[in-house]
């Protein structure tokens, strides 16, 4: 699931690559992506786009008081070209969920938004204001605003009995984060994932908070001007932990441990986050604290 720093290299992108450019075609393929009926996604040709914004995980092309807003959710992308075509597209076939194209003052470009997989969970919403979408309206702050300091995070966490890792995944607590960034920045912070939220002292919040800050600071550099086609492989080739299992932890060089959940899974490292005890899996092993 693209999160913060791939959503945010996502925007830049096509920020750079739309920004005055007109939008000449709108085609919803599946209309199960499509969560909004007014306006009308047709409204959005012939407006010029005025920008691209960051929602935790959504992205906003704006077009002047209508704006195009999608949330790629697990398996969803974007799929750019210089040279789109024109051709109709039928409903319900192949991976393709959208397609817009445009035209610039240097020619004619497009995207498609492609979801792979049968679970289908890929969102459009067509909005006068962002803020329509529930999922933006109810999202927690975002990680890189100036009002995100340590004693926001602490104060955060000493309200909370989650556990830590489902917390920072939580995005009316925090924007942003997903599954892959969470086991990161729990493993550079040295925390176990199944620690309560408010059980962490004021030493170890500034530690997490210094965390989330190396870790995706870091990525969203790597990811500022790549493209779409390059913005998964550049995710993957600096992850310690997640999607690791059975790798050697490049800190300590124990061997990375993961918990299955129903649907999902969690990488860890035992000596650096669990005092070297090992969660096979959550439903026959008993958290650690």
């Not at 047709?42 to 786009?49: I, K, M």
């Not at 969102?123 to 300091?149: C, K, S």
């Not at 500022?224 to 600096?238: E, Y």
Request: one cysteine or more; proline letters at 6%; charged letters at 20%.
């Amino acid at each position: 699931m693209p999160e913060l720093p791939e959503v945010s290299g996502l925007a830049g992108f096509l920020a750079d690559h739309l920004q005055g450019t007109v939008v000449s075609k709108v085609q919803i393929v599946s209309f199960a992506v499509l969560k909004t009926a007014d306006p009308p996604f047709s409204s959005l040709e012939g407006r010029t786009v005025t920008g691209v914004r960051r929602f935790g995980k959504f992205i906003s092309i704006d077009t002047g008081g209508v704006s195009f807003v999608f949330h790629l959710a697990r398996a969803g992308w974007v799929r750019f070209t210089d040279s789109p075509t024109d051709a109709q597209l039928r409903m319900g076939k192949g991976h393709i969920a959208a397609r817009l194209t445009f035209n610039g003052a240097d020619g004619p470009r497009g995207f498609d938004l492609t979801e792979a997989g049968t679970k289908k969970s890929l969102a459009v919403y067509v909005v006068r204001d962002p803020q329509e979408v529930p999922g933006i309206a109810t999202l927690g702050p975002d990680p890189f605003t100036p009002a995100f300091d340590a004693d926001m995070l602490a104060e955060i966490l000493g309200s909370s009995s989650q556990q830590i890792k489902g917390l920072l995944r939580n995005q009316g607590v925090i924007a942003g984060i997903g599954n892959a960034y969470s086991d990161e920045i729990l493993h550079a912070a040295r925390i176990s994932p199944f620690a309560t939220a408010k059980s962490l002292d004021r030493e170890t919040v500034q530690v997490l908070y210094d965390a989330i800050h190396d870790v995706l600071g870091t990525a969203l550099a790597e990811a500022s001007g790549k493209p779409p086609k390059d913005l998964k492989d550049v995710k993957r080739s600096h992850m310690r932990v997640h999607a690791r299992t059975g790798q050697l932890c490049p800190v300590c060089g124990d061997t990375v441990r993961e918990v299955s959940f129903a649907d999902t899974a969690l990488q860890y490292c035992p000596t650096c986050q669990t005092k070297g005890k090992i969660l096979a899996d959550r439903r026959t092993s008993k958290f650690l604290k």
